[in-house]
């Protein structure tokens, strides 16, 4: 068993964003700017939100932290979203989600400029990349086939079976692991909460990509031997024997399932710093775009 190290990779990943945007900016450009939008205090979200900013230091772009109080409206916030989308100084942002309940995500991802839109979650971009267009691809599905890539898994002819069909994670990883592209070119099924005989169908997986929020669900027993595991959920539970108070599970129970795996992605350090890093990949390419 051989352990997908989305930290490791990420890492190498950011050094060779770090000289892509060392050369840009020697030769009189600005850096790359990326903003990020928080509505509310979410704990994971601020979390998440605060490692992006880092993340955004370590490579030499600019970044913004622009914080709303959940109880701004609907129209408020389109009006920021068409302030951040004609700023001239912006390359790229994100809100990120989940947004409060009376806010429609849908709107709000779609008023989004596709030229700023560095998440990959508006209509036109998943729609490029569903033709395979150029296009800034969804941050996780992305990171995923970086991460395959990084360890010359072969994904060609093979079974792939993707439980969770969101629009930020199951949906597009199960249209990129189907493309023509390699990564890719796997016979993909796609499951969700209506699937009937979702043990059978796990088990014919040899590549088994899991994005459900509900910790340790897969277990050694439910997996084919041999078969290379994504593990894409990430929820804090409850540990009162932790400094922090929780612990972040995966949806994979990663001590009986590393058993039975060729590959596995640990949570923490797997897919999580992978979808990070393709933020700044996407924010880089919107930069170097508009020049
Ligand atoms: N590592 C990273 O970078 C990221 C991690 N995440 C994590 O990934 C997890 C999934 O998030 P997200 O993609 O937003 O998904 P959602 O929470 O939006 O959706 C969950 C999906 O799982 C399906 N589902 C729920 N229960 C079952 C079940 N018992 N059997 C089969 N399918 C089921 C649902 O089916 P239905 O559609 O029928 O309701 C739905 O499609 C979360 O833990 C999240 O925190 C998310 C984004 C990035
Ligand atoms: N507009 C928007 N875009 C997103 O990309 C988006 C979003 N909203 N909402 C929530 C999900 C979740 N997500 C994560 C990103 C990084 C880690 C990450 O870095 N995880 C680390 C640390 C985990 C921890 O300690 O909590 C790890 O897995 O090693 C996790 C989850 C992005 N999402």
């Not at 729609?127 to 990171?143: D, E, I």
């Not at 969101?166 to 990883?173: A, E, K, R, W, Y």
Request: net charge positive; glycine share 8%; hydrophobic share 35%.
């Amino acid at each position: 068993m051989r352990i997908l190290d989305g930290k490791k990779t990420a890492e190498q990943v950011r050094q060779e964003i770090k000289k892509e945007v060392a050369t840009w900016v020697d030769k009189g450009n600005r850096p790359p700017h990326l903003a990020a939008v928080l509505v509310g205090d979410n704990g994971a979200s601020q979390t998440y939100v605060n490692a992006k900013i880092k993340d955004c230091e370590e490579v030499g772009f600019k970044s913004s932290l622009i914080k709303l109080s959940d109880t701004i409206t609907e129209k408020e916030l389109l009006e920021k979203i068409d302030e951040l989308n004609s700023d001239e100084s912006l390359d790229g942002y994100i809100v990120q989600l989940p947004l409060p309940k009376h806010i429609n995500e849908k709107k709000i991802t779609q008023a989004i400029s596709p030229t700023k839109d560095v998440d990959g979650f508006h209509p036109e971009n998943l729609g490029k990349m569903v033709l395979n267009l150029p296009t800034f691809l969804p941050a996780t599905p992305y990171g995923i086939m970086q991460l395959l890539e990084y360890y010359s898994i072969d994904t060609s002819g093979k079974n792939c079976v993707v439980v969770g069909r969101s629009n930020i994670v199951g949906t597009p990883v199960s249209i990129l692991m189907s493309r023509n592209n390699d990564p890719g070119n796997a016979t993909v099924t796609l499951a969700h909460s209506r699937t009937q005989n979702l043990e059978a169908l796990i088990k014919t997986a040899d590549i088994l990509i899991v994005a459900l929020g509900k910790p340790d669900f897969i277990k050694g027993d439910m997996v084919k031997e041999g078969a290379v595991i994504i593990d894409v959920g990430i929820t804090r539970v409850t540990d009162s024997s932790r400094k922090k108070g929780y612990r972040v599970a995966g949806d994979v129970h990663f001590e009986s399932v590393k058993k039975k795996a060729s590959f596995i992605t640990p949570v923490p350090g797997g897919v999580g710093p992978m979808t990070r890093v393709s933020l700044l990949k996407n924010t880089l390419l919107a930069c170097k775009r508009k020049a």
